[in-house]
């Protein structure tokens, strides 16, 4: 009997000292991992001190077990989620196949313009009237949901701001991309290629200038998509000035007018004034600029030369000048 209960007792302080050993290799582990993290962090900056602490808590309290549950979890972010997502690739499209459906007639009875509907409606009426408007192709109608951001109703601006959010990043991912396949195409000296990158760069820039005309972007971006814009254009006329419609110079010194950026907005107009004199657009533009920026004799000079050719001037421009006199 002595000699079972000391074999009971050496097998108990083989236990401990196991016990003891795996707590002291445990915090041995714990004391590695502060050391290690804070040397990182001093190199490279980029490690979260709490979840630094917040581990080593839970691997003091948890001996063994959390050392193990945060080395498997490190070992399969390595092996199976190496690879980064590139989100740019993923577009939530909102566009869906329209049946052909009879005709409602009472609710499409009901139908005013949105500044109105702003002003003047309820604000029951005007959530369905918004969010009739962010269901169906709102892109022809951006400025006047931005008109909803500054409605008494908070639900009403949430919707409107929302639906603007998803918009503009759809247009800022489209762009990167066929910025990013326009810098691809440069690179490639073939015919086809250069071809490719006139044709992708037209399509660029009048996208951008679609967009940009329904005046929802900040200053600075304003003036940065007007960048790319000119960047684009300079490329087309170095490549093919032909590419380079009245419309387009329009568009690219219009943008740099919105920006406030005059000077290179009088650089485009008088560009585009060189090279198509018998068309209205030049006019109009160098006419909105010098109205923009006061020069009154310049305004004056342009609307005479404008008067004496025999250019044909529509009702718009018409309006225009009767607005600015």
């Given at each position: ?35 290690l993290s804070f040397v990182l962090k001093i190199c490279r900056r ?216 005059y000077e290179k907005c009088r650089k485009w107009c008088l560009e ?54």
């Amino acid at each position: 009997m002595p000699d079972e209960r000391r074999v009971g007792n050496i097998m108990e302080a083989l236990g401990e000292e196991q016990f003891l050993f795996l707590l002291l290799l445990n915090l041995i582990i714990v004391i590695l991992y502060l050391l290690l993290s804070f040397v990182l962090k001093i190199c490279r900056r980029k490690t979260n001190v709490k979840g630094v602490w917040l581990k080593s808590t839970v691997m003091l309290l948890c001996p063994v077990v959390g050392v193990c549950f945060f080395s498997m979890g490190y070992l399969c972010n390595k092996v199976i989620f190496h690879a980064k997502v590139d989100l740019n690739d993923v577009i939530f499209s909102k566009e869906r196949v329209r049946p052909r459906m009879a005709a409602e007639e009472e609710s499409e009875s009901n139908i005013v313009p949105i500044e109105e509907a702003v002003a003047i409606t309820d604000k029951d009426s005007l959530r369905g009237m918004i969010m009739n408007v962010v269901r169906g192709n709102m892109k022809s109608s951006l400025s006047a949901v931005s008109l909803a951001l500054g409605s008494d109703d908070p639900e009403t601006a949430h919707y409107a701001a929302a639906a603007l959010q998803a918009v503009l990043s759809e247009f800022q991912i489209s762009i990167q991309k066929k910025y990013d396949q326009i810098m691809l195409q440069k690179e490639c000296g073939t015919e086809e290629g250069r071809l490719a990158l006139l044709e992708l760069s037209e399509e660029t820039v009048d996208f951008l200038a679609e967009f940009m005309e329904q005046r929802l972007l900040t200053e600075s971006e304003q003036k940065t998509y007007a960048g790319i814009m000119e960047e684009l254009c300079d490329l087309l006329l170095k490549e093919d000035a032909g590419r380079m419609t009245p419309k387009r110079f329009e568009a690219v010194s219009m943008q740099f007018l919105e920006a406030g950026d005059y000077e290179k907005c009088r650089k485009w107009c008088l560009e585009a004034y060189a090279r198509y004199p018998e068309e209205l657009i030049p006019y109009r533009c160098l006419l909105k600029l010098c109205f923009t920026t006061g020069e009154r004799e310049a305004f004056f000079r342009f609307l005479n030369e404008l008067r004496v050719s025999d250019i044909t001037i529509d009702r718009a421009t018409l309006e225009m000048i009767r607005v600015f006199l």
